[in-house]
């Protein structure tokens, strides 16, 4: 992750982490230590990473649902494809039982295989609407940035900030 910082750094911290929070896996539960780390104010770092991280999210809603179908189709990647299809539909479950509520609680549970990119795919797979899957997706993103920020700056670090 610092490579990825480092790379992007002459564009500035703030840029460098707005990309870092759009890479999958990544995204805010990644960019927001990083940015804590580095320093950086965390009103700044917590708004940068929940814009990054929530920008590449309608895209993945409209088109990811697609893209799977097209990549399941490429010989190199099909396994691949089929393996994180099946992957992402064994987490809808409780998406699906819980609808727009379950897809929030699955962005904001700040662990691996969670987030916004996660969440996105599911409701692209699910053939959400984007007026249903994105208010959700927000919320989650919102409510992880809070519990990462807090994690990353410390309870007492971040009340004494505000």
Same mark, same amino acid.
């Given at each position: 992750m610092q490579a990825i910082f480092d790379f992007f750094s002459f564009l500035g911290q703030e840029i460098s982490l707005f990309v870092i929070s759009?890479?999958?896996l990544i995204e805010l539960r990644g960019s927001i230590p990083?940015?804590?780390?580095m320093g950086m104010p965390w009103l700044?770092?917590?708004l940068v990473s929940i814009v990054g991280n929530m920008l590449p999210v309608p895209f993945i809603i409209l088109?990811? +649902?697609q893209l799977i179908k097209w990549l399941k189709k490429v010989p190199?990647?099909?396994?691949?494809?089929?393996?994180?299809e099946n992957r992402l539909l064994s987490k809808s479950k409780n998406v699906t039982k819980y609808e727009m509520l379950g897809l929030c609680i699955f962005v904001a549970i700040p662990l691996p295989g969670t987030g916004a990119w996660s969440? !996105? !795919?599911? !409701? !692209?797979?699910?053939?959400? +609407?984007?007026?249903?899957?994105?208010?959700?997706?927000?919320?989650?993103v919102f409510i992880a940035g809070v519990l990462v920020t807090l994690?990353?700056?410390?309870?007492?670090?971040?009340?004494?900030?505000?």
């Amino acid at each position: 992750m610092q490579a990825i910082f480092d790379f992007f750094s002459f564009l500035g911290q703030e840029i460098s982490l707005f990309v870092i929070s759009m890479i999958p896996l990544i995204e805010l539960r990644g960019s927001i230590p990083l940015g804590a780390a580095m320093g950086m104010p965390w009103l700044t770092v917590f708004l940068v990473s929940i814009v990054g991280n929530m920008l590449p999210v309608p895209f993945i809603i409209l088109f990811g +649902r697609q893209l799977i179908k097209w990549l399941k189709k490429v010989p190199l990647i099909s396994k691949l494809a089929h393996k994180v299809e099946n992957r992402l539909l064994s987490k809808s479950k409780n998406v699906t039982k819980y609808e727009m509520l379950g897809l929030c609680i699955f962005v904001a549970i700040p662990l691996p295989g969670t987030g916004a990119w996660s969440g !996105a !795919a599911i !409701a !692209a797979l699910l053939n959400m +609407r984007i007026s249903k899957a994105l208010p959700p997706i927000l919320l989650g993103v919102f409510i992880a940035g809070v519990l990462v920020t807090l994690a990353a700056y410390g309870v007492v670090g971040f009340i004494g900030l505000l």
